[in-house]
């Protein structure tokens, strides 16, 4: 099974608003990541926890917050966002052991900044 | 030169013939290559994985690797309409990073 759930599946949000986007894996994965991604353009990272701690901010705006409460979960909080952070916001999770890192995604959010 | 270059334009295919993507890619202490396939809206679903060099059969995907030559390749045989979407070639630049370098996309389309 390498299913990465995500929800919700659709967003919209004003540029006052705050909002979270939530991840869940049971994959026994120890890695996940927030991926950004535009219309034709491949994913972007953003944030990278690994055992539940930060391990890479990609120089991500502080409106974004990021947070892993356990081993399963991920969130994204949204604040203040501007219309340019429309896009598909992608979770992905990956095993943290042995030589490589496949990693799954999730069927992402899509995040509409009005 | 881009860490991972991928062609940019659409390959239009028939139904039932191969498709074929290259990829290629700058640094040479890149260890683990994968494929992801994209639909339109929709997220990336991984399909390969390669590690060493030589090909690597799933189904009718295969993934051919040569490092020395410093490219990566996915074949689709007897493609199928089902194969229409856009294919993301990745790499993981050395062990313990978990940091994927991502290319551009190929789109393909596959004619009826």
């Known amino acids: 099974d390498t299913e990465v759930t995500q929800t919700p599946k659709h967003l919209v949000m004003g540029m006052t608003n705050k909002k979270s986007l939530k991840c869940e894996q049971h994959m026994g994965h120890r890695a996940m990541y927030w991926y950004k991604q535009k219309a034709k353009k491949p994913p972007e990272l953003m944030f990278v926890y690994s055992y539940e701690k930060l391990s890479i901010n990609e120089s991500v705006p502080s409106r974004f917050s990021p947070e892993c409460p356990n081993s399963s979960l991920l969130n994204l909080h949204l604040h203040a966002l501007q219309p340019e952070d429309s896009a598909l916001y992608l979770c992905a999770s990956s095993p943290f052991s042995g030589a490589s890192y496949e990693q799954y995604f999730g069927p992402g959010t899509r995040l509409t900044v009005t | 030169q881009k860490e991972v270059e991928q062609n940019s334009g659409p390959l239009s295919v028939p139904e039932g013939a191969i498709a074929s993507l290259n990829c290629t890619y700058s640094d040479r202490g890149s260890q683990s290559f994968f494929w992801y396939r994209q639909y339109s809206g929709k997220s990336p679903e991984l399909i390969m994985s390669?590690?060493?060099?030589g090909d690597k059969e799933d189904g009718r995907f295969t993934a051919q690797l040569n490092k020395a030559s410093q490219y990566v390749s996915l074949l689709i045989r007897d493609s199928q309409p089902s194969d229409s979407a856009t294919y993301l070639c990745a790499l993981q630049r050395y062990y313990g990073n978990n940091r994927l370098a991502f290319g551009k996309g190929n789109q393909v389309v596959v004619i009826p």
């Open positions: 390669i590690y060493s060099n």
